[in-house]
C-alpha cells in the first residue's frame, strides 16, 4: 500500500531515479530504468555507473570547484572543509548541475542509440560520514532527433541559397559583360552616325557651291529658292540618320542605367528599383523586352 508522495512519484515518473556511492556503485533505481535502459530492477543494482553509461568514463573534467553535498554543515554556516569522493566524473557532473547544467550523451540499449540527458547532485548522510551521488536521467531522443534533422534542413537550405547566390551572381557578371559589349558597340555605331553626317554635310556644302559656280547668271532670288530647296532636301537625308541614332543613343543611355544598376548592391537596388521614365525615354515594354532577351 502507497502512504507517502515519493512513492507515487518514483512509481509514476518518466525518468529514473538513481542513488549512487562515492565510488559510483548504484545502490538503488526507480522502475523507469526497465523503460530507459531495459533492465529490470535488481539487475541494474551493484553495477557501477559508468557500466550503465560509459561514456562517463571518458568524461575529462576542465577546472572545476567541488561543490559541498547537500544536507552538510553549510546549511548551518560553518566553515568546514568540502568534502569529495574519488570518482572525479561524479564530482563534476554535480558541479554542472550546481551551475544549472545538464550532462548529455548517448547509450547503446538493444543495438539502438538513446540520447540521454543527466542532473547529478552530491548528499552526505546525516552523520556526515558517507557521500553518496543522486542522478536523474531523461531520455531525449526524439528532441535530439528533431534538432539534428533541423540542423541537417538549415545546412541544405543554407547550401542551396549558396549555390543559388552563386549561380545568380555568374549570371549578372555575363550580363553585364553582354550590357558592357552592347555599350560599346553602339557607341560604335553612334561615332559611324556622326562621322557620316558631317561627310554628307561637307558633300552637299560642295555640290552647292559647284553648282552656283556653274550657273553664274542666276539672279539673288533664284539663288537664294535654290539654297532653300538644297537646305531642305539636306534636311530630309539628315533626319535619315537622325532617327536612327536618337533611338541608338536612347538604347545606350538604357544599357548604361542598367550597367549602373548591376554596379550597385543589393541593398541599394532594391530602394531605387527601376520605372519606365527612368530608362531615358524608353517605356516598360522595351525595358520588359531587353531584359527577356539578356535571359533575366
Known amino acids: 500500500m502507497i502512504t507517502d508522495i515519493?512513492?507515487?512519484?518514483?512509481?509514476?515518473?518518466?525518468?529514473?531515479?538513481?542513488?549512487?556511492d562515492d565510488q559510483g556503485t548504484i545502490l538503488?533505481?526507480?522502475?523507469?530504468?526497465?523503460?530507459?535502459?531495459?533492465?529490470d530492477e535488481g539487475l541494474i543494482e551493484g553495477l557501477n555507473f559508468s557500466e550503465l553509461i560509459p561514456a562517463v568514463k571518458n568524461i575529462k573534467p576542465t577546472a572545476f570547484v567541488p561543490v559541498y553535498p547537500r544536507g552538510g554543515l553549510d546549511l548551518f554556516g560553518f566553515d568546514h572543509e568540502t568534502p569529495c569522493s574519488k570518482c572525479e566524473y561524479l564530482e563534476y557532473l554535480a558541479f554542472l548541475q550546481s551551475e544549472s547544467k545538464v550532462f548529455e550523451t548517448t547509450v547503446t540499449v538493444d543495438r539502438k542509440t538513446k540520447w540521454i540527458d543527466i542532473s547529478v547532485s552530491k548528499i552526505q548522510d546525516e552523520d556526515e560520514e558517507n557521500l553518496y551521488f543522486t542522478a536523474i536521467i531523461n531520455e531525449i531522443t526524439k528532441r535530439k532527433e528533431t534538432e539534428q534533422e533541423i540542423t541537417s534542413l538549415n545546412e541544405g537550405l543554407e547550401k542551396r541559397v549558396k549555390e543559388r547566390t552563386a549561380e545568380l551572381t555568374r549570371k549578372s557578371e555575363q550580363i553585364k559583360k553582354v550590357i558592357k559589349s552592347c555599350s560599346q558597340e553602339l557607341a560604335h555605331v553612334n561615332n559611324n552616325y556622326q562621322g557620316m553626317k558631317e561627310k554628307q554635310m561637307a558633300l552637299m556644302e560642295q555640290i552647292e557651291a559647284s553648282v552656283l559656280a556653274e550657273v553664274p547668271r542666276l539672279t539673288e532670288e533664284q539663288k537664294k529658292l535654290f539654297k532653300k530647296t538644297f537646305s531642305d532636301h539636306l534636311i530630309k537625308s539628315m533626319e535619315l540618320y537622325s532617327e536612327d541614332q536618337i533611338s541608338d543613343q536612347k538604347f545606350m543611355l538604357t544599357l548604361k542605367n542598367l550597367n549602373e544598376l548591376f554596379e550597385k548592391e543589393p541593398a541599394e537596388i532594391r530602394e531605387d528599383n527601376l520605372t519606365p521614365g527612368q530608362m531615358s525615354g524608353a517605356d516598360q515594354q522595351d525595358v520588359d523586352d531587353l531584359l527577356a532577351s539578356l535571359g533575366m
Do not use: G
Not at 30 to 37: G, H, L, Y
Open 6 to 20: 515519493s512513492d507515487i512519484i518514483l512509481i509514476t515518473a518518466d525518468f529514473v531515479l538513481l542513488t549512487m
Open 28 to 39: 538503488n533505481a526507480t522502475p523507469a530504468v526497465r523503460v530507459i535502459f531495459e533492465k
